[in-house]
């Protein structure tokens, strides 16, 4: 990935198929002919292929919110990020914080998915974030630190396929952000650290997204600071009316 500015739309759990083709066609309009931005939709597995034909020709990018950790087999239910990619997918988001804590995800996991989604040839967005207590105890930085670690594994060549998104999970759907400074402080950390897992010109080029109740109101704040590179929206991305400022406040290089 590169750091053009990033804003991306995980829509979880949330619409109809007819709501998210209408949805995916109402952000591939308002995206078309922006090139100072990427724009990113995480629609559900079964919308996957109608947001792709809805936008089509217009830029926007289709992602996954989640994958499996082998390439094929015996796993009922489950997804393989190769056959993500055969559908048109082209980023997947890994280790979400309600991934991590309602269904379980550990890095041993997650080291797992993103080998394989590497090898599939997808992009990935690694998220990372701190609990309220994690943050309330001082252990912020650590916590973002250890869940970072699996990026040892990623190799050279893969090293432009990889992006991280900050998102403290007190802050995700909870209408709480993280202060522009807070923001910029972990941001500022999780270069460092991955300076330090990948070199000084991979943690330069990363793309390191902040997520956490992202709203117009907030967003041209957060993304003007040095360090934030993109936006990983989740409620404000399910309309146009919210998701379209949010897109208009990437800022233009
Ligand atoms: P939110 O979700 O914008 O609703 O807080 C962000 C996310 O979980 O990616």
């Not at 998220?127 to 594994?153: A, H, M, N, P, Y």
């Not at 993280?178 to 897992?197: F, G, Y």
């Not at 600071?225 to 379209?244: E, K, N």
Request: hydrophobic letters at 45%; a positive charge; aromatic letters at 4%.
């Amino acid at each position: 990935m590169t750091r053009t500015p990033v804003i991306a739309g995980n829509w979880k759990m949330h619409l109809t198929r007819r709501k998210a083709s209408a949805l995916a066609r109402a952000v591939a309009a308002h995206h078309a002919g922006a090139v100072h931005r990427r724009c990113i939709l995480f629609p559900a597995f079964v919308h996957l292929d109608h947001v792709r034909r809805n936008i089509r020709g217009s830029g926007v990018v289709l992602g996954a919110q989640n994958c499996w950790g082998k390439k094929e087999g015996a796993f009922t239910g489950e997804i393989s990020p190769y056959m993500l990619r055969d559908m048109g997918v082209e980023v997947v988001l890994l280790g979400h914080s309600e991934r991590r804590h309602i269904l379980g995800e550990t890095d041993a996991l997650l080291t797992d998915k993103l080998k394989v989604a590497l090898r599939a040839k997808l992009e990935v967005l690694l998220c990372v974030g701190e609990t309220r207590s994690e943050r309330e105890e001082g252990r912020t930085l650590d916590v973002v630190k250890r869940q970072l670690r699996i990026l040892r594994f990623v190799k050279d060549h893969q090293i432009p396929r990889v992006g991280v998104a900050y998102e403290p999970v007190w802050a995700i759907g909870t209408g709480l952000t993280a202060t522009p400074a807070q923001a910029q402080e972990a941001h500022a950390a999780i270069r460092e650290t991955v300076a330090r897992i990948l070199g000084d010109e991979a943690a330069e080029n990363l793309p390191v997204l902040y997520g956490g109740s992202v709203k117009p109101g907030n967003a041209a704040e957060l993304l003007s600071q040095p360090d934030v590179d993109g936006a990983l929206v989740g409620g404000a991305s399910l309309s146009i009316d919210q998701f379209g400022p949010i897109l208009d406040a990437a800022p233009i290089a």
